[in-house]
């Protein structure tokens, strides 16, 4: 599903924020990605999901070298991704039920095939008297929810999520690692940066990987080192 | 295409409001001045093609010989003899009356007639000829021979030597005219330019946020290309209809001007159908150059 082999990130003339990344993420596993703040996280999300190009080292995402990647080939494997971003990233003049609706639109979802899933991920996230309100009007958790169910709804095989539970309350975080765990089931390989413990226990058969400075820990020794494919 | 078909909802992914922002307003402007500028490079051809066409192949001879009876001899003389030729279409001989009144307007009291000025000048005997359209100098060198052998110090004046300059004059105005239409397309084109580069800027997080859910760069053109287009639209429509008011008036003007350079200054129906062009050439431009910048920009994203 994604291989990263001596993967090295550097903003501009500075030092490396990732070094010699590398590890393997099977096809409908679930990782937790933890390291303090600074470590690495983001950067590591960012290569994931593609808004990135690494400096250094090869990534593999769905059995393709995606570094050197021709942009026209971007859209094609960011629509097998689904990402909930820290700071939610709604689009502000956009209602919660189009925020939830992008990807579909995107793909090109005929409106009267659109309309069902993304009333049932409404109902789901506890939203539906809320569909038409704006993101600047919603709660920092809601904004939350919404963002989550953009980031599921189109069924993505690779589900990234940079602190997905930060602004929800407790019982809001389990539903929503439910769900995370339900996409799990279904096939969706789920990577989830956070810093909360609690949440990392909550999950049977997870893995857990840790960015110390910028260097991959393996805590679990769920990840291989060196990868499959040098050994 | 040149105002791309999004549907309704996918439209919405770029915030709405139309007729915002200078750019329409500019390109108002612009089209005004152009068309404007097209119109008087039109009328101007228009005016030096007539002139030209009037004056290409007619010239004046002019017989100053002193005794007026041989004077009028001579004039009837060449006047028939210059009839028989091949290369001559069509001559007659200026009626005194006429060259009187012509010369009246500089020299005379304007009392016509009696005007006692001119009554006192040894006028010139004039003999207007039209050679055979494109029979050109050797034709004219025959004709002068022909005059000087009646009448030794006549002389043949081609018209084009008189309003050539003049020709010239406004055939220069007329491609300063065109330059001007050039360089107003080029600014309406650089307006288009900076308000697609601004679009991107102002939705750069909605942008990023479509290219990461897997938009591709034509879906996210598309939206911002229909919408400079139809903006533009708007700008350069107003800006046609207040010109072609402008043009309404000046045409209207026009239509009590039945001589000279006045009557040829009028368009013509080619002319108009131009104009009616110009402003959808104009919306084309437009939405062709966001394109193109938008596409450009967006390549630089990753």
Known sequence: MVEFDHVGLRYGPDAEVLVDISFTLQPGSFYFLTGASGAGKTSLLKLLYLAQRPSRGIVRLFDEDVVALPRHRLPGFRRRIGVVFQDFRLIPHLSARDNIALPLRILGVEESDLAGPVDEMLSWIGLKDRAQALPATLSGGEQQRVAIARAVIARPKLLIADEPTGNVDPDMAMRLLGLFEALNRLGTTVVVATHDVHLISRIDNAQMMRLEKGRLADPTGALRFPPANRL | MIIPRVPVQQRAMLAQGRLQGPTPWVLA????????????????????????????????????????????????????????????????????????????????????????????????????????????????????????????????????????????????????????????????????????????????????????????????????????????????????????????????????????????????????????LLPLLAIALAALTARVTLLRALKHML
């Open chain 2, 29 to 276: 402007i612009l089209m005004l001045l152009t068309l404007l500028a097209a119109a008087a490079g039109l009328s101007l051809a228009r005016s030096a093609s007539g002139i030209g066409g009037a004056i290409a192949d007619r010239v004046t001879v002019q017989i100053v010989t002193a005794n007026p009876e041989e004077r009028s001899r001579q004039a009837s003389r060449i006047r028939r003899l210059a009839a028989d030729q091949p290369y001559v279409r069509a001559v007659r001989a200026v009626p005194r009356d006429e060259v009187a009144a012509t010369l009246g307007r500089w020299f005379g009291t304007g009392n016509g007639d009696d005007d006692p000025v001119i009554a006192s000048r040894p006028l010139p005997d004039l003999v207007d000829g039209d050679l055979v359209p494109g029979s050109g100098a050797a034709a004219e060198a025959r004709l002068r021979s022909l005059v000087t052998a009646q009448a030794p110090g006549a002389r043949v004046i081609p018209h084009a030597e008189w309003l050539a300059p003049v020709a010239s004059l406004i055939r220069t105005l007329a491609w300063v005219a065109v330059g001007l239409v050039v360089l107003m397309a080029m600014a309406s084109a650089a307006v288009v330019i900076m308000t697609a580069r601004a679009a991107l800027g102002t939705h750069y997080a909605t942008i990023e946020m479509l290219h990461l859910t897997g938009a591709t760069d034509t879906q996210i053109c598309r939206l911002f290309q229909r919408r400079i287009a139809i903006d533009s639209a708007y700008g350069i429509m107003l800006g046609a209809l207040v010109a072609a008011l402008v043009l309404a008036l000046l045409a209207w003007q026009l239509a009590d001007v039945t001589a000279g350079l006045g009557a040829s200054a009028a368009l013509g129906a080619w002319g108009w159908i131009f104009l009616a």
